[in-house]
């Protein structure tokens, strides 16, 4: 009769209840009325409902319990039976009478437990005769659910040392016999489920059995609280006897779960004692089963036990936990040659992380890891699986966790080749984990070998690998890894100035290979990084004789010079403008006038050959300006060279307003503060003029094409340069002058086709303030502002 | 027993009183009617003695043609009703022809009376012991009373007690092995074995051992043989697999047994059988029949 669907079992179920309830009922007065003879039959009667096969384990289990709680109102009849006088022994006979062997033995395990309390026989010879009479039932979930109950009744009356059911010296041997004879069984009935019933319901059928396994890893928690069994016993008798289990059931899900089970039931210390005998089962377990997490349990439990107490770590030594698991995990590989590469890794994994709680200052043992998981992964190619991948990248990760360290990580000779096995993606996810381990931690990286190895260690993000182009790569995630990159490179840091140049170096040649999406995020970090060095090579008395080979600022502006020409193929003229000019005012504090002279000339024919945008023109114009301003390294000549350079290229801007911004701004050129020789005002004047000029036309060419002059802005800003100089003594720039300015915006300001500009307005407004306040100031100020009339 | 006679008005009342009736032990017997009274238990070679008394009716004399007293050893065959074969006949004249006025005692006394046979009662066959007291009559008819007793023959426990044990199958489907721990067992005794199952091809759903009682009356053409199970007992509970041994232990005092009885005067038999059923899961019964030997011992009753 197969019937399937919830529905249906639900109401075997209910009718199950039902008849229990019944007969419990009758039972129930049969006790009252203290009715040996009707108690037992009801009583057998009632445990029949426990004979169905219609129930699911889980419903199944419903009924059971209802059953157990009746049972022990029985126990306690049983028991006070016997106070009555009733002998247990004959109590004990006369529950085997009953005609079905199921009830008959929920009987017999029920009265045992009362004989057993009664200590008319010893526990032993009871105990041994229920576990041989539950042979009877051979129906998995009966006998699972049978051999459960006697476990149960049993737990608290087992010959323990130190039990008040202590038998002889053999005591503890028979408590565990008879757990160890239980547990077997049970994991017989157990794996039998598998292989009975149609293929069909597989599913269901594992199902089911995963619902019951707690019923059979019971019986190991049972052991492993029994007081006698202590490390010689477990090691001589449990282990090997339970193991021999687990290997000969040839059962995956039994395996699986009884392997885990042993190792989380028993103490860790038995573990460790014991590890040659437990790992030594793993190779022979089924190849299904699911080793890696398995062993990765217990080599965590260790590492927790480990990191517990550093009073444990010398019994780790002893017992050479590390070469053992090592071992063990090197011949599980090899004798499943199917394993999936996942497997594997997480394996190394875990192996890993134990030798590295366990023994930190063992670099070799971790080496040793890498180094058999490069030999696996050098068997399969590239990994393909997810899983494994983001297996790879916690093994990677864990010596950075441990040791916050990437040079102590760099000392790894496989760590390295662990690396190349990986796909790029994962390369760049271990590459940020790595720079992000370096930021975090601050790490030094301070000589050219371990730049060179850690570079070789992120070269995921340092180029393209494998030639693949990843047309889809993230902008934003792409941007952050170069950001990363570029943060890493400004951490790379030795006072040493031989030792910084090589790092420089070794840096410089492996951003190169990045290609032209990546120079812009690197160079200016390398850039940057280099003029550090330049400044430090500045120090009073570096080294007066220039040492053949040593490094000087020349040699640095060199590569510096080199490096940013990379930059043309990328192209970025604009950065490399920008990185002209700083490197041209660093040579300009070096004194180094050809070198900065050069620096200016390549800025130059990349603003002439390169930037054609008008905006970037503006920037970059203003840009020149402001370097040349602060350069003093240059002669009369050189000088003159780049700023009438300079004025022309500001006086050829597209826009009227730019131009004339940028011609004011030239302004500054002729006149430097600090030095007497470049004060020329009359040219500070002229530029001024043309300035104005320029303004004029603006306003013209707007009145003509929009019928408004436009703001006065300009004006008001060359006014400001006016003032500016006047302040600063030009004698160029008279009080006339700027009285005459003043009186030209306000005219403007006041005509018809001016249109209204609050900000120039205001901006004028407070121009006036200015020179008001200069006024009143008195003195020397004061009388020099005082022509002037606002 | 009296309103019987008192309703057929018989001139006199006989009684049967055994000497040691107060000590003796009585056990159970049904009787053809149903009912079940106490009797006392003899065994062989026993002294039967005892008082008859006879009292004549309503003060009435009562002529007679002699008391005699008989002990009889019947077999009965209920298919060939009414004819008993007397295996054993024993009879004591206690009075000579005369006449009885008043209550009169006789003793008797039957010394180490041989009674092999225990008594038995079966479907076809019963095999009863009696006293028949007679007084016998001319006229209306004699009267008779009969006082039944039960005979059990203890039997020390045999000196040769072999296991039973047995390799049985069927091919590529179903081997096992049996153990029933002896061939003789007393009627309170325990069964003690093991089924190993050596191979299993066939979907097992559970397995049973049956007492079963053959019972043969007759001989040549007219034997009648009758078999009843007597017990049932579940000794499995689902398929095993090979390797498995499964154990038996049956208690035998529940059942109602007799001990066997082989050829009982050339009249019956009465055997013992263990029968060993595995059920599989399309309802067929596999089996194997075991003979077994029941005996009375005097252990049973300690």
């Known amino acids: 009769m197969m019937v399937d669907g919830v529905e249906d079992e639900e109401k075997w179920l209910a009718a199950g209840i039902a008849g229990l309830q019944q007969n419990a009922f009758y039972m129930h007065r049969a006790l009252d009325s203290n009715n040996l003879r009707d108690a037992l039959k009801y009583s057998a009667q009632m445990l029949s409902e426990l004979r169905t096969s219609k129930l699911s384990p889980q419903k199944y289990y419903q009924l059971y319990m209802r059953a157990f709680d009746e049972l022990r109102k029985l126990e306690m009849f049983f028991k006070e039976e016997t106070r009555r006088g009733c002998s247990i022994i004959d109590l004990y006979e006369l529950v085997q009478h009953a005609g ?8 017999l395990c029920t009265v045992g437990s009362v004989y057993i309390k009664s200590k008319e026989a010893p526990a032993k010879d009871v105990l041994k005769d229920l576990v041989e009479m539950c042979r009877g039932i051979q129906h998995p979930v009966r006998g699972l ?8 009744i049993s737990r608290d009356k087992l010959p323990d040392i130190g039990s008040e059911y202590e038998g002889d010296a053999d005591t503890v041997n028979d408590a565990m016999e008879f757990v160890l004879q239980n547990f077997t069984e049970m994991n017989k009935l157990w794996v039998r489920m598998q292989h009975q019933g149609p293929a069909r319901e597989k599913d269901k059928r594992e199902k089911e059995r995963s619902e019951l396994r707690d019923l059979v890893g019971k019986n190991l928690h049972v052991l492993s609280q029994i007081e006698g069994v202590d490390l010689d016993t477990y090691k001589e008798t449990v282990l090997p006897r339970v193991l021999e289990q687990v290997v000969n059931c040839k059962d995956e899900i039994a395996q699986c779960y009884l392997m885990d089970c042993i190792i989380q039931v028993f103490p860790d210390e038995y573990h460790l004692q014991t590890l040659e005998i437990l790992l030594g089962a793993f190779p022979q377990l089924q190849p299904s089963v699911d080793i890696k997490t398995v062993l990765s349990r217990l080599m965590e439990r260790l590492s927790n036990y480990a990191a517990s107490s550093t009073e444990v770590l010398p019994e780790f030594l002893q017992v050479e936990a590390f070469s053992k698991l090592n071992n063990a995990i090197g011949k599980v590989i090899e004798a499943q040659a199917d394993m999936p590469i996942l497997g594997a890794v997480t394996l190394y994994s875990s192996l890993l992380t134990f030798t590295l709680h366990v023994h930190p200052d063992r670099l070799d043992y971790a080496d040793q890891v890498l180094g058999a998981c490069v030999k696996k992964l050098s068997g399969e190619g590239k990994l393909e699986d997810n899983r494994a991948t983001k297996q790879i990248v916690a093994l990677l990760s864990a010596p950075l966790d441990k040791y916050n360290d990437i040079v102590t990580v760099l000392k790894l000779s496989n760590y390295p080749s662990v690396m190349e096995y990986v796909d790029s993606e994962t390369n760049k996810v271990m590459a940020m984990v790595i720079i992000q381990s370096i930021m975090k931690n601050n790490t030094q990286i ?61 840096v410089r040649k492996h951003i190169l290979t990045g290609g032209p999406k990546r120079l812009p995020f690197t160079v200016p970090p390398l850039v940057f990084s280099s003029l550090k060095l330049v400044r430090q090579l500045q120090g009073p008395e570096e080294n007066p004789f220039g040492e053949e080979g040593s490094t000087t600022p020349k040699k640095v502006f060199q590569l510096l010079n080199q490096t940013i020409e990379t930059l043309y193929g990328v192209p970025a003229p604009e950065l490399a403008l920008r990185l002209y000019l700083q490197c041209a005012e660093a040579a300009n504090d070096s004194d180094l006038e050809p070198v900065a002279y050069e620096f200016f000339t390549q800025a130059y024919i990349l603003y002439e050959e390169e930037i054609s945008d008008s905006r970037a023109q503006v920037t970059a114009i203003h840009l020149i300006i402001g370097t040349l301003q602060r350069m003093h390294v240059f002669g009369v000549e050189n000088r003159d060279t780049l700023t009438h350079k300079a004025t022309g290229y500001s006086a050829k801007l597209l826009k009227k307003p730019d131009q004339c911004r940028a011609v004011y701004a030239c302004s500054h050129l002729f006149w430097v503060d600090d030095q007497d020789n470049m004060k020329d005002g009359e040219r500070v ?22 019928g408004s002059t436009g703001s006065v802005t300009l004006f008001v800003e060359i006014l400001n340069k006016y003032v500016y100089f006047f302040e600063k003594g030009n004698t160029q720039i008279n009080a006339a002058a700027i009285q005459s300015l003043i009186e030209l915006i306000t005219a403007e300001m006041q005509s018809d086709s001016n249109s209204p500009d609050p900000a120039a307005d205001a901006f004028f407004a407070s121009t006036l303030r200015y020179i008001q306040f200069q006024k009143q100031k008195g003195g020397a100020v004061g009388e020099k502002y005082e022509p002037i009339k606002v | 027993m009296n309103y019987l006679i008192g309703a057929f008005k018989p001139a006199c009342n006989i009684s049967i009183t055994f ?36 009292e004549p009716v309503l003060g009435k004399k009562v002529e007679h043609n002699g008391v005699k007293i008989e002990l009889l050893g019947q077999i009965e065959m209920y298919f060939d009703r009414g004819n008993f074969y007397d295996f054993t006949s024993l009879v004591r004249e ?135 199970t007597l017990a049932k007992f579940e000794l499995m509970d689902g398929a095993p ?26 009249k019956f038999s009465v055997k013992y059988y263990l029968n060993l059923v595995l059920v599989d899961e399309e309802d067929r019964r596999y089996f194997k029949q075991q003979e077994i030997t029941i005996y009375s011992s005097c252990e049973e009753n300690t």
Do not use: W
Not at chain 1, 100 to 107: D, E, G, M, T
Not at chain 1, 688 to 699: S, T, V
């Open chain 2, 19 to 54: 000497a040691d009736g107060k000590n003796r032990k009585q056990v159970p017997l049904k009787k053809e009617n149903g009912q079940t009274i106490m009797v006392p238990l003899f065994q062989s070679q026993e002294n039967i003695s005892g008082k008859i008394s006879i």
């Open chain 1, 446 to 506: 301070s000589t050219a070998d371990k730049v060179e190895a850690l570079f070789e260690l992120i070269k995921g993000l340092i180029r393209d690998l494998d030639g693949a182009a990843h047309d889809q790569v993230d902008e934003d995630d792409f941007k952050e890894e170069q950001n990363s990159v570029a943060r890493l490179i400004q951490m790379l840091q030795n006072d040493d100035t031989e030792e910084m140049f090589k790092i420089i170096c070794t």
């Open chain 2, 241 to 266: 697999v090979r390797g498995e041994s499964i154990p038996i232990r049956l208690f035998l005092s529940p059942y109602e047994l007799t001990p066997t009885h082989r050829n009982i005067n050339n």
């Open chain 1, 145 to 152: 659910f049978l051999r459960s109950y006697l476990s149960q």
């Open chain 2, 94 to 228: 206690l009075d000579v022809p005369g006449e009885i006025y008043e209550r009169k005692t006789y003793p008797f006394e039957f010394s180490t009376v041989e009674m092999p046979y225990e008594t038995y009662n079966g479907v076809n066959v019963r095999l009863r012991y009696v006293l028949k007291v007679t007084v016998s009559r001319g006229y209306g008819g004699s009267v008779v009373e009969y006082q039944d007793f039960v005979v059990r023959n203890y039997t020390p426990p045999p000196s040769i007690n072999n296991s039973i044990k047995m390799e049985v199958g069927i091919e590529d489907c179903l081997h096992i092995e049996f153990e029933y721990n002896k061939s003789k067992y007393h009627l309170k005794d325990v069964i003690i074995g093991k089924i190993y199952f050596l191979l299993v091809r066939i979907k097992i759903k559970n397995m049973d051992l049956e007492i079963r009682r053959r019972e043969s009356t007759g001989s040549g053409a007219n034997t009648h043989v009758e078999t009843e």
């Open chain 1, 685 to 706: 004047l002229l530029c001024l003029k043309r300035a104005l000029r320029i303004a004029n036309a603006a306003q013209q060419m707007s009145n003509a094409t929009r």
């Open chain 1, 100 to 107: 079905n062997i199921l009830p008959r033995l929920y009987l």
